[in-house]
């Protein structure tokens, strides 16, 4: 009978000893000791990471305990995979290798450490185990079996000291292999060399991971097909998945682009998926560097699912480290560990894809065509890597940092003339650069723009970047129609993208179709709940302009909040507030912001503003000018 103050419970435990330690302490104490407590390190790092909790690490010995047996095999693969290609570094007498066993049974648990029968079975267990191998018991074997891309050798019913029975066990294969009949076979993937860098290297990884999600919840999503409007609506029905920042493990600030890239390119694929709702990158970065728990992070986004990992490039080395997560149940449904050569990246990164693609449907039981998937890329690396410095200099917003973006962007496609991607991106740049007044030849520039983009969608005629660049260009020049087919193929092409829905939403305002605006930007912003002040602003106007003035208020609220953080315009924040408190009679406010939007921008003036207008009708506009000139807004700029 358990006594007062003891509780028992079924938890998966994992106990792992270090082999040959003390003869490592006999030669080195030092070294020894650094290298344990480095490998310690990584235990505690990834057993944290995969739902784990440490429970005891006292000398070489270390204790753990997971809610579940899949999360404690995932772990005890990656650590062992982790400490392997450390000891590759270091001299063969010098390298510390680790047994680990695992036991699901049940403990008694006393003030966070657990004693009992499953706890000795899980140490015997470690003993079976080979130097940096692992073993399980059958227990944690019938757990399992079906739900991980690993082999496993029966080692049969072990006898081990202090416990009645015989053990079952079974020694884990940590390569991609099938067990049949008590045998293990090797799955051998086929290496096909395609037009991939980063964005074709992932394809496979990301549409396979949109295929597991879709096919848990096939059922809540709709196979007619419908209108835009219905689109928008519908995110809200989807599976959702958030691509977290991808860690950046060398400590050198330098590769920090590498990693938030591979992140930004999953994200970019993933949204071209029509079954699947995916959370912005604005959103999902918002936690770098954070200490978060997935399920919080699930729940604050929205997402059921999350993908999280690791990148490191050391040398002609690149490790790579991912982890597709149930975000509900905070359980891992795939975890893997990559080492490979940075001179083989494409090839290797097409060898892990398909390895991943054949694991994921073989647990779920479906079939996937591997080879037909394809996608935008470039099959240069140096191209890919100069775009992304060119996207660090584009998130700055400055004159000097958007003419280094364009160089970066013309150095891209000069070593990769049919990089589609980078001429989307150059052309963004240009219109920047219009926008934001930026241009010493604006005109020069919008036309550098416009034959940009259109040779963005000549090498790849699903760009979603270089159909939301055409339909702002076609906007700004007021060619409603054409805008309004760009914008249509942006998000035909990228369903399940904030942007695509925010530019569509812009583009139905300006066009006078403010109602169907609405739920089209209430789906941006569903997608980018960390959004940025441009959401607010968009969905401030469209209810001003149904009417909703006191709905809109609160957006525009938003803004000047976003704004007073240094994260917004603090000018067209007030501009908009003005505008709104005059709608509704709210005058002295009205002329407290036109007095504070003058003071940030002193030329501000009616005149301008209505030459400035995007509106298709001249009703809309003059439904901002009216409010604005009720609240105190000078009519002609101030004289010289």
């Known amino acids: 009978m358990a006594e007062e103050g003891f509780k028992r419970k079924l938890t998966a435990i994992l106990s792992a000893d270090a082999v040959e330690y003390s003869r490592l302490m006999g030669e080195n ?51 062992q995979k982790e400490i392997k290609a450390r000891n590759d570094e270091l001299p063969e007498n010098r390298r510390m290798q680790f047994r680990i066993g695992i036991n699901l049974g049940d403990v008694i648990q006393e003030e966070g450490r657990i004693y009992g029968d499953g706890v000795n079975i899980a140490a015997r267990l470690e003993g079976l185990a080979e130097p940096g191998g692992i073993c399980i018991s059958k227990t944690a074997f019938d757990h399992i079996e079906s739900k991980l891309p690993y082999g496993y050798d029966y080692l049969g019913d072990q006898t081990v000291k202090n416990i009645s029975k015989p053990v079952g066990a079974y020694r884990v294969l940590m390569d991609p292999r099938v067990t049949v009949s008590g045998k293990s076979i090797n799955i051998k993937f086929p290496i096909k060399r395609r037009r991939s860098v980063i964005v074709g290297a992932v394809v496979f990884l990301t549409i396979v991971i949109a295929v597991v999600i879709w096919q848990f919840n096939n059922s809540r999503v709709s196979t007619q097909q419908r209108s835009d409007d219905q689109k928008a609506v519908s995110i809200s029905e989807k599976s ?58 699930g729940r604050e986004l929205g997402a059921e699912f999350v993908l999280e ?36 990246f494409l090839i290797i990164l097409d060898e892990i894809t398909l390895a991943v693609a054949r694991s994921l449907t073989a647990e779920i039981g479906m079939t996937f065509p591997y080879d037909t998937a394809t996608a935008e890329s470039t099959d240069n690396v140096e191209a890919w890597l100069i775009l992304q410095k060119a996207h ?42 219009v926008r934001y007044r930026w241009a010493t030849s604006p005109k020069k520039s919008m036309a550098q723009a416009k034959e940009t983009t259109l ?23 007021k060619n409603y129609v054409d805008a309004q087919v760009a914008f249509k193929k942006a998000l035909d092409s990228s369903p399940s993208s904030a942007l695509t829905h925010w530019y569509w939403a812009r583009y139905l305002l300006f066009s006078g179709q403010p109602e ?66 005059s709608k509704l009679d709210r005058d002295k406010e009205a002329q407290y912001h036109i007095e504070k939007a003058l003071e940030y921008n002193p030329l501000f003036n009616l005149e301008a503003r209505r030459r400035a207008s995007l509106f298709k009708n001249k009703e809309d506009t003059d439904r901002e000018i009216d409010a604005l000139r009720k609240a105190g807004a000078p009519e002609q700029p101030p004289p010289h």
């Not at 000097?400 to 001429?423: F, G, H, Q, V, W």
Request: glycine fraction near 4%; proline fraction near 3%.
């Open 516 to 581: 169907e605006a609405l739920p089209t930007v209430k789906a941006s912003m569903r997608l980018n709940p960390h959004y940025t002040w441009h959401y607010p602003i968009v969905s401030g106007r469209i209810f001003y302009h149904t009417g909703r003035y006191e709905e809109a208020l609160t957006e525009f609220e938003k803004v000047y909040e976003l704004s007073s953080k240094g994260k917004g315009s603090e000018y067209l924040s007030n501009v908009y507030l003005a505008m709104t408190y």
């Open 455 to 477: 040779k963005a969608i000549e090498l790849d005629s699903s760009n979603p970047v270089a159909y939301t660049t055409l339909g702002d260009i076609q906007l700004l020049q």
């Open 240 to 297: 959702s998945i958030a691509v977290m920042p991808f860690k950046n493990m060398s400590g050198d600030l330098e590769q920090e682009f590498i990693s938030d890239g591979i992140s930004e390119t999953i994200i970019s694929v993933l949204s071209r998926m029509p079954n699947l709702s995916v959370v912005a990158r604005n959103s999902t970065f918002f936690y770098k560097d954070k200490s978060v728990k997935v399920t919080q992070i």
């Open 392 to 433: 660090v200099h584009f998130k700055r917003f400055t004159r000097k940092d958007n003419a280094m973006a364009i160089l970066l962007s013309k150095r891209a496609i000069e070593i990769d003339p049919n990089y589609s991607t980078a001429y989307a991106y150059l052309a963004l740049n240009f219109l920047y650069a």
């Open 309 to 344: 990992g690791s990148f490191l490039k050391s040398g002609e080395q690149v490790r790579i480290n991912a982890h597709l997560i149930d975000a509900q149940k905070g359980h891992h449904m795939w975890s893997e560990t990559y080492d490979r050569q940075w001179t083989d």
């Open 29 to 79: 104490e030092e070294a020894t000791v650094r290298t344990l407590n480095t490998y310690r390190e990584v235990f505690t790092a990834l057993i944290q990471q995969h739902n784990g909790k440490v429970l005891d690490a006292t000398g070489d010995n270390l204790l753990a305990e997971f809610v579940s047996v899949v999360d404690a095999v995932q772990c005890a693969v990656a650590v």
